[in-house]
């Protein structure tokens, strides 16, 4: 089915040895294998103190940023435990071991929950992430002078890696578009916070009303729209337009819905998101390992997205 496509693909690299959970904490029971990424971490099902809980394993390679992940997940439990959005609450922070243990959240990921319902539906499913990520950011959010120069150069380099010719030529124009958006970016203000950092529906669980957001280890300090691009992008290259209208390539109704969740200026609006959906576009690319129906439609994305960044007016 197409909705079954719309998953993860399996990691092709040999499973590695198992853990094992002798030399840990009493009370710690490490379970199993969850997702293995070769050079980063390993992950685990388990309990802990008889909770259900995650045990994320870093490799030697990545161990140095554990104590950033921990720190981020304390920071921001205290302020998303609610009834309605939330995180997973961090549960322990052994060093020695180069493992954080998490709570397992209960819940199905938001793409699937939504994948399952009837089209007329999913828009209203899928619009509580804006309300989610603004409950995530607004604790620490902050204006600053906007400096776009870093993300068209990291745009650039990652344009430049990618293999498809047809994809090459629209993201050529779309580079070029928002080099343009930067010079009327640069010089105003746009919001900062502590964001996810890889704000995508998979990293948020439905359980009834409840939204848990997972995988926060990528938090920093970022554009608040970036994470927002990140989203929209996300569905636009799987196919998702749920409202049924479309701008700059990804569903229109999600951005009427980020709009109100943050009350977007303007000249968030109508710069600063669009050039941060140009830079998603660019970041993440396409690779031969994809089916031949993902190109099609990143091709269509960024074609649509490209012809909205030209017709851009002034604010």
Same mark, same amino acid.
Not at 190 to 202: K, L, Q, S, T, Y
Not at 223 to 228: A, G, H, T
Not at 229 to 234: D, E, F
Not at 281 to 288: F, H, K, M, S
């Given at each position: 089915?197409?909705?079954?496509?719309?998953?993860?693909?399996?990691?092709?690299?040999?499973?590695?040895?198992?853990?094992?959970?002798?030399? %840990?904490?009493?009370?710690?029971?490490?379970?199993?294998?969850?997702?293995?990424?070769?050079?980063?971490?390993?992950?685990?099902?388990?309990?802990?103190?008889?909770?259900?809980?995650?045990?994320?394993?870093? *490799?030697?390679?990545?161990?140095?940023?554990?104590?950033?992940?921990?720190?981020?997940?304390?920071?921001? !439990?205290?302020?998303?435990?609610?009834?309605?959005?939330?995180?997973?609450?961090?549960?322990?922070?052994?060093?020695?071991?180069?493992?954080?243990?998490? *709570?397992?959240? $209960?819940?199905?990921?938001?793409?699937?929950?939504?994948?399952?319902?009837? &089209?007329?539906?999913?828009?209203?499913? %899928?619009?509580? &992430?804006?309300?989610?990520?603004?409950?995530?950011?607004?604790?620490?959010?902050?204006?600053?002078?906007?400096?776009?120069?870093? !993300?068209? &150069?990291?745009?650039?380099?990652?344009?430049?890696?990618?293999?498809?010719?047809?994809?090459?030529?629209?993201?050529?124009?779309?580079?070029?578009?928002?080099?343009?958006?930067?010079?009327?970016?640069?010089?105003?203000? !746009?919001?900062?916070?502590?964001?996810?950092?890889?704000?995508?529906?998979?990293?948020?669980?439905?359980?009834?009303?409840?939204?848990?957001?997972?995988?926060?280890? &990528?938090?920093?300090?970022?554009?608040?729209?970036?994470?927002?691009?990140?989203? %929209?992008?996300?569905?636009?290259?799987?196919?998702?337009?749920?409202?049924?209208?479309?701008?700059?390539?990804?569903?229109?109704?999600?951005?009427?819905?980020? $709009?109100?969740?943050?009350?977007?200026?303007?000249?968030?609006?109508?710069?600063?998101?669009?050039?941060?959906?140009?830079?998603?576009?660019? %970041?993440?690319? *396409?690779?031969?390992?994809?089916?031949?129906?993902?190109?099609?439609?990143?091709?269509?994305?960024?074609? $649509?997205?490209?012809?909205?960044?030209?017709?851009?007016?002034?604010?």
């Amino acid at each position: 089915m197409l909705w079954e496509r719309l998953g993860r693909m399996s990691d092709p690299t040999p499973l590695p040895a198992p853990i094992s959970g002798d030399d %840990l904490p009493e009370g710690a029971r490490v379970g199993a294998l969850i997702r293995h990424v070769p050079g980063k971490r390993r992950i685990h099902a388990g309990l802990w103190q008889g909770r259900a809980a995650i045990f994320r394993f870093a *490799e030697p390679e990545t161990a140095g940023v554990q104590a950033h992940e921990w720190r981020e997940a304390c920071r921001i !439990w205290p302020y998303m435990q609610g009834a309605r959005f939330r995180v997973a609450e961090p549960l322990a922070y052994l060093p020695e071991h180069r493992l954080i243990v998490m *709570e397992r959240v $209960a819940g199905k990921p938001l793409l699937d929950h939504v994948a399952h319902l009837p &089209a007329h539906r999913r828009s209203a499913a %899928l619009t509580p &992430a804006a309300a989610w990520l603004r409950r995530y950011t607004d604790v620490s959010e902050v204006w600053h002078e906007a400096r776009c120069a870093g !993300w068209l &150069a990291r745009a650039e380099r990652a344009a430049q890696a990618q293999p498809f010719a047809r994809l090459r030529s629209i993201e050529a124009g779309i580079l070029a578009e928002i080099t343009r958006l930067a010079g009327r970016i640069d010089g105003i203000e !746009w919001r900062v916070a502590i964001c996810h950092g890889d704000f995508h529906p998979n990293n948020l669980l439905v359980e009834g009303e409840r939204l848990t957001g997972i995988d926060t280890g &990528a938090s920093g300090r970022l554009p608040v729209l970036k994470d927002v691009a990140r989203m %929209l992008m996300h569905l636009a290259r799987r196919g998702l337009c749920p409202s049924g209208r479309a701008w700059c390539g990804v569903d229109a109704g999600m951005c009427e819905a980020f $709009a109100e969740a943050f009350a977007l200026t303007e000249a968030e609006r109508r710069l600063v998101l669009p050039f941060f959906l140009g830079v998603e576009a660019l %970041l993440r690319v *396409e690779t031969p390992a994809l089916r031949p129906r993902r190109i099609r439609t990143a091709e269509r994305v960024y074609r $649509a997205l490209g012809e909205d960044l030209a017709g851009l007016g002034p604010v």
